[in-house]
T-cell receptor, first 115, second 115 residues
Framework: KAGVTQTPRYLIKTRGQQVTLSCSPI?????VSWYQQTPGQGLQFLFE???????NKGNFPGRFSGRQFSNSRSEMNVSTLELGDSALYLC??????????????FGPGTRLTVL | AQTVTQSQPEMSVQEAETVTLSCTYD???????LFWYKQPPSRQMILVIR??????QNATENRFSVNFQKAAKSFSLKISDSQLGDAAMYFC????????????FGGGTRLMVKP
């Protein structure tokens, strides 16, 4: 079974631009979560989608948004990029949302650099 | 709000020796999971071991075991017979049960393995 895939793997943008990152979960997985990893703030939860609905949201400004499609693929968008948005963005997928345990499988991440 | 703290930014161990990584957490929930994730230089997050809070028995996975002290809110990871491939960042993480898959991560511990 193919793992979680994220595209692109690397991205360079300039301040003020917007960016869209994509995540394809493992086949059959319906939950997709996004995390931001930076040296200063560590790993922080952005949001989680399940069955095309946002179920959880972290403490990030409205410039960060996401969506999930009917095939469970998810995209996250960051508008009006700031230097501090430079980070590794990790996506994780799992089968369910409301059962007691769902193992999360992480993708390789998208490295975003904002100049 | 839940917090996870890893007090050791860096640890080193001699190959074949044993090392223990520390983690403490703060929560008012009674039903939750705790995890240790490994992030090698490739950046791919890999689940090492998990512990259900309601289980008193400490989890074990081959050379990896945990010491879960619920009252003290402590969750340490012991790696026995350390191998060069164990060198990585290790993250302790917490998740409330039946409320989605959102993980709260600690700041991480960089483990170096000396040959």
């Amino acid at each position: 079974k193919a793992g979680v895939t994220q595209t692109p793997r690397y991205l360079i943008k300039t301040r003020g631009q917007q960016v869209t990152l994509s995540c394809s979960p493992i086949s059959g997985h319906r939950s997709v979560s996004w995390y931001q990893q930076t040296p200063g703030q560590g790993l922080q939860f952005l949001f989680e989608y399940f069955s095309e609905t946002q179920r959880n949201k972290g403490n990030f400004p409205g410039r960060f948004s996401g969506r999930q499609f009917s095939n469970s693929r998810s995209e996250m968008n960051v508008s009006t990029l700031e230097l501090g948005d430079s980070a590794l963005y990790l996506c994780a997928s799992s089968q369910g949302w409301d059962s007691s345990y769902n193992e999360q499988f992480f993708g390789p991440g998208t490295r975003l650099t904002v100049l | 709000a839940q917090t996870v703290t890893q007090s050791q930014p860096e640890m080193s161990v001699q190959e074949a020796e044993t090392v223990t990584l520390s983690c403490t957490y703060d929560t008012s929930e009674s039903d939750y999971y705790l995890f240790w994730y490994k992030q090698p230089p490739s950046r791919q997050m890999i689940l090492v071991i998990r512990q259900e809070a309601y289980k008193q028995q400490n989890a074990t996975e081959n050379r990896f075991s945990v010491n879960f002290q619920k009252a003290a809110k402590s969750f340490s990871l012991k790696i026995s017979d350390s191998q060069l491939g164990d060198a990585a960042m290790y993250f302790c993480a917490y998740r409330v049960n039946n409320a989605g898959n959102m993980l709260t991560f600690g700041g991480g511990t960089r483990l170096m393995v000396k040959p």
